[in-house]
């Protein structure tokens, strides 16, 4: 990470998160997605995570909170298609992963509700991100966009 204006950049695979804000009762981050890529299947142990999209658009594939059901191959998510203006909450526990059909800027918030601090290193990654499979991610929005 390097500091920027009192910002704290961070390079990830997927593109670039600028930790604008950081407490033990919450934080603020602004993530700069590039398009065709996923973030790892991950979770948090205690704190919330919302994604709000202030520019493109993102998928998110939450998992549950039952992290065998990755480890038995069983990999039916909810997908939620977040569009401009559009949010979504996940609870600590929940493993889930964003990935990019587009290029993107989402609004990260997290915070924990049982009195123990926010972590920056509160993630679980059991799945790394990548480059991911556009023809994929193209279907699913494809049908998540015919359900709206």
Known sequence: MTESRGATWEDKVWGRVAHLFYSDHGGLSVLYVNAG?????????????????????????????????LSL????????????????????????????????TIVEYYWTINRRPVRLNDINRLVEGGVDKLAEIQNWIHLLKEER
Request: charged content about 20%; proline content about 6%.
């Open 37 to 69: 890529y996923r973030c790892s299947i991950h979770y948090h142990d205690d704190r919330f995570n919302s994604f709000f999209v202030a520019s493109g658009s993102l998928l998110i594939e939450n998992f549950g909170n039952n992290v065998d059901r």
């Open 73 to 104: 191959g069983v990999q039916n998510p909810i997908r939620h298609l977040l569009f401009e203006g559009e949010y979504l909450v996940i609870p600590p526990g929940d493993v889930h992963q964003f990935r990019t059909p587009e290029k993107a």
